[in-house]
């Protein structure tokens, strides 16, 4: 079900971790290839490509490729109520942990009448993408828009495929969501074409349209598929991108007092996601590796995403991996820099404090990864791949600009002119110098 590898009885260096752990393949140079005339359509043809794209693509082609505000309206009044009070919940939880990550401006006195402060300024206009392939997504449309709007984003677009059962509109539980946050711009339109409508904006071809579809937007935010991720690559510096989002990833730290009926829970429930979907286990306990293999056969017979779960936990990139004890697994969790890792140890709290790679971290038994997935208040669009090396997940800082406003009077300039005239010189740049001169 779920292969092993073997690390007791050595200590590898991290390039030989990074060499040796599981990672699913994704090849972004090809899709680009694919990707790249689809760009080209939507620029140059607008609304039109977009249709012909659709009908290929989804097999199906909308009337409305933005869809009409009373249908978004109209889906939040059909919303079940126990999944519209899941939603309304999710929306105050994950409100109130972003409300509290704005940065501060500030204001520094260099010195007697100079002064420089710093601001943070939201992007103009944003567009979140929403998948619907595999799995429909309402809970991505509050993990992107309410970031953007706590972030105090004014313009906001959402686009999410067009389904075929539903007549070329997007999922209507993604529709209510919209609905439910105060967004009623929203495309049904999906893929790499809806990412070049973003950054291009689109011209509209029928008469629902109008003369602009679209307009183009200032940041691109939201998982998708290769071709999705590719699209973000060959836009990118045109506009802003979260990350370049591959297959979902969950690594679990766990010692022998962990259940293993839930980690082998947890290992399925992100494996469902897509049968790229990485699962990791890393354990000092060989017995906790046999209960959780043996937990796996269970819980893959009476999962309903039986194939595509079965896919992921045998493909390469899902391992359980075996180490000497929580030190060595730590080193091994820390190179791995899963997307969602969860630690299930014995003092689990120091553990996590001692993570350095990791793009969200859930502790103790208690706090599995779908309960971030819907509703603990933290963002679930975070990096894959590695990324969390570098990366964050998405918050109201993937949607924030830091300017620096500079303000000297005549003696601060004055006071530091020799030393700036000094530098100027020693760069070969003497304009510099006499833009300070002239002041004088």
Request: proline share 5%; charged share 20%.
């Amino acid at each position: 079900m779920i292969s092993r590898i073997d690390l007791r009885g050595r200590r590898p260096s991290r390039r030989e971790l990074l060499a040796e752990l599981p990672r699913a393949e994704l090849d972004v140079e090809h899709a680009t290839e694919v990707v790249a005339p689809i760009l080209e359509a939507v620029r140059t043809r607008g609304a039109a490509a977009l249709r012909e794209l659709s009908e290929r693509l989804d097999g199906v082609r909308p009337v409305h490729l933005r869809v009409p505000a009373d249908v978004v309206a109209d889906a939040a009044a059909a919303l079940d109520p126990q999944v519209r009070a899941a939603l309304e919940e999710t929306i105050v939880r994950v409100r109130r942990v972003h409300a509290a990550q704005r940065p501060q401006d500030f204001t520094v006195d260099v010195a007697p009448g100079a002064q420089v402060r710093q601001r943070w300024l939201p992007v103009r206009r944003v567009g979140l993408y929403v998948p619907g392939g595999l799995a429909v997504y309402p809970s991505s449309v509050v993990m992107n828009v309410v970031a953007a709007q706590e972030a105090g984003v004014t313009s906001l677009a959402v686009v999410s495929p067009p389904q075929k059962d539903r007549g070329g509109l997007p999922d209507p539980v993604v529709l209510a969501t919209c609905a439910l946050l105060g967004v009623d711009e929203v495309y049904a339109v999906g893929g790499a074409q809806a990412v070049a409508m973003l950054a291009y904006g689109a011209a509209g071809s029928d008469d629902v349209d109008g003369e602009t579809l679209c307009e183009s937007v200032d940041v691109i935010t939201g998982p998708g598929n290769v071709y999705v991720t590719a699209a973000k690559r060959m836009v990118r510096g045109l506009v802003g991108i979260d990350s370049e989002a591959g297959p979902t990833e969950i690594a679990i730290l766990a010692d022998a007092t962990a259940d293993p009926v839930h980690v082998a829970a947890d290992l399925v429930s992100q494996a469902e996601h897509d049968p790229l979907a990485a699962a990791v286990l890393v354990t000092p306990s060989v017995e906790l590796a046999g209960a959780v293999e043996a937990k796996l056969i269970d819980r893959v017979e009476i999962t309903a995403n039986r194939e595509r779960v079965v896919t992921a936990l045998r493909g390469s990139q899902s391992a359980i991996v075996l180490v000497d004890d929580l030190e060595a697994g730590l080193d091994v969790v820390n190179a791995y820099g899963a997307e969602h890792l969860e630690i299930q140890t014995v003092d689990a709290a120091a553990w996590a404090d001692r993570v350095t790679s990791a793009g969200a971290i859930f502790v103790g038994p208690w706090s599995p990864v779908s309960l971030g997935d819907y509703m603990a208040g933290s963002n679930h669009v975070l990096p894959t791949g590695g990324c969390a090396h570098f990366a964050s997940g998405l918050g109201v800082h993937s949607f924030l600009r830091a300017v620096q406003v500079i303000e000297y009077d005549a003696d601060a300039l004055a006071a530091v002119a020799d030393r700036v005239v000094a530098l100027a010189e020693a760069e070969r740049l003497p304009a510099h110098g006499e833009a300070i001169r002239a002041r004088f």
